[in-house]
């Protein structure tokens, strides 16, 4: 016997449907096809001298995970690249939160200045920063000649030691405030009774901070963290614009990877299969998440 599902629709949905047919097909053209593209080129190769296909399976992904130095390089170095820039956000962003927090004269102009970071376009951050770090005039290396801590010229975005330090030093710095707000507006939003009643009991500061604030905050800093990894895994800007990978891939993530053989040397159908590895690990992150939310709310 078969079961007949009609799908009565009424005036008011079939507006809404329209209303959002035009959202829909331009997140289809710039967004789901591209994806599907991105797949496509990860197993078929096209031959130069014609427009036949040819499928290649997962040669691509093989070839990166078990015939390219660079990649399990650059992997390492996105992990390292994501996990520092996570937690130097996330302590930075908490301990400015607790001060903006405060109620003193002239906070709000405060939290107007802590925020100019995040707001300023990347472009502008790179262009100072090189500026500050430049060898011969910039700023940071005058001062540390001055007070002893070099001798000659450093170079910090030369040097191996110092230039992945320093970009994940500047991108912490310029995505910090972001994480302060969004902590800020999550402890304004935590009821003073239970901060007068914790002292009432006889508890510190600190007794507070860790018994009530951390445990209120503990959804906003769940989605910090899903956001932060997973834009930092996949940030480009910053490095980019600052080395461009360099010196000698010592600030190669994976995005940059992605980048240098999908439009430098050409290789596009391992730079999609590159592209799926990285969507693949933020899927995980994503997964993560969902699980920590889940487990949260039973």
């Known amino acids: 016997m078969k079961n007949n599902i009609s799908i009565n629709l009424t005036k008011k949905d079939k ?4 209303l959002i047919a035009p959202l829909l097909i331009w997140l289809t053209i710039v967004l789901l096809y591209p994806f599907v593209y991105v797949i496509f080129l990860s197993f078929f190769r096209r031959d130069p001298g014609t427009s036949i296909y040819e499928f ?8 990166l995970l078990f015939r390219d130095d660079i990649f399990w390089q650059s992997l390492l170095r996105s992990f390292r690249w ?3 820039n996570v937690i130097l956000q996330f302590i930075f962003g908490i301990l400015t939160a607790l001060l903006l927090k405060q109620k003193l004269r002239g906070m709000s102009l405060v939290r107007l200045w802590v925020i100019l970071p995040w707001i300023t376009p990347i472009a502008v951050v790179v262009l100072v920063w090189r500026w500050m770090l430049n060898p011969s005039i910039g700023i940071v290396e005058v001062l540390l000649r001055q007070f002893g801590f070099i001798e000659g010229y450093l170079n910090v975005l030369a040097n191996a030691d110092t230039v992945m330090n320093a970009i994940i030093g500047i991108h912490s710095w310029r995505f910090f405030p972001f994480v302060a707000v969004i902590i800020l507006g999550r402890m ?3 009821p003073e009774e239970l901060y007068d009643a914790a002292k009432v009991d006889g508890a510190s500061s600190f007794q507070s901070f860790l018994y009530i604030t951390l445990p209120q905050l ?3 800093m769940l989605t910090f963290l899903m956001l932060a990894t997973v834009w930092t895994f996949t940030s480009f800007d910053t490095i980019f614009l600052m080395t461009g990978g360099g010196p000698v891939n010592l600030t190669t993530t994976l995005p940059i990877l992605v980048y240098r053989k999908a439009f430098q040397t050409y290789q596009l159908n391992e730079g999609a299969a590159l592209s799926l590895i990285m969507f693949l690990f933020s899927a995980i992150f994503m997964a ?3 699980k920590l939310g889940v487990e949260r709310n039973d």
């Open 15 to 18: 507006i809404g449907l329209l």
């Open 56 to 63: 290649r399976g997962f040669s691509y992904f093989y070839n």
């Open 82 to 84: 994501t996990s520092i």
């Open 188 to 190: 304004l939003g935590i």
């Open 218 to 220: 503990r959804g906003v």
């Open 288 to 290: 993560i998440y969902v």
